[in-house]
C-alpha cells in the first residue's frame, strides 16, 4: 500500500515557474515507477511525465518536453515535478501516481495508487 500526498501546487504568472512535489508512505517507494498526470475541469486525465522505478528513465508528454522536468529522491520517498514556462492553457489539479512493477504508461489506468491533486491556476 502507498500513500501519496502532493503540495506546491499554486497561482502562478504565464510564463512563470512552479515545482510540484509528492511525499509518498511506504519502505517500498523505490521499487514504484511514478507519474504525473493532470486534470482540467471538464476534461479527462493527461499524462504529464513519468519516471522509472529502477534507473529513472523518464517519458514526457510532447506538451511539456523541454519545459517540464521530474525527478526523485528514493532517500526522501518523494518525486517531484518542476514547470517552467508556464502556460494559460495549462490550468488544472496535477495528481502524482504510483505504479507496482511492469506499469507505469501513460494510461491512469497503468497506474495503482493517486494522491489527492494539487491546483494550478496559471493567470495570463
Known amino acids: 500500500q502507498v500513500q501519496l500526498v502532493e503540495s506546491g501546487g499554486g497561482l502562478v504568472q504565464a510564463g512563470g515557474s512552479l515545482r510540484l512535489s509528492c511525499a509518498a508512505s511506504?519502505?517500498?517507494?523505490?521499487?514504484?515507477?511514478m507519474g504525473w498526470f493532470r486534470q482540467a475541469p471538464g476534461k479527462e486525465r493527461e499524462f504529464v511525465a513519468r519516471i522509472g522505478a529502477i534507473g529513472g528513465s523518464t517519458y514526457y508528454a510532447d506538451s511539456v518536453k523541454g519545459r517540464f522536468t521530474i525527478s526523485r529522491d528514493n532517500a526522501k520517498n518523494r518525486v517531484y515535478l518542476k514547470m517552467n514556462t508556464l502556460k494559460p492553457e495549462e490550468p488544472a489539479v496535477y495528481f502524482c501516481?504510483?505504479?507496482?512493477?511492469?506499469?507505469?504508461?501513460?494510461?491512469?489506468?497503468?497506474?495503482?495508487?493517486w494522491g489527492q491533486g494539487t491546483q494550478v491556476t496559471v493567470s495570463s
Open positions: 511506504g519502505r517500498t517507494f523505490s521499487s514504484y515507477a
Open positions: 501516481a504510483a505504479a507496482s512493477l511492469g506499469g507505469g504508461g501513460v494510461s491512469p489506468s497503468h497506474y495503482d495508487y
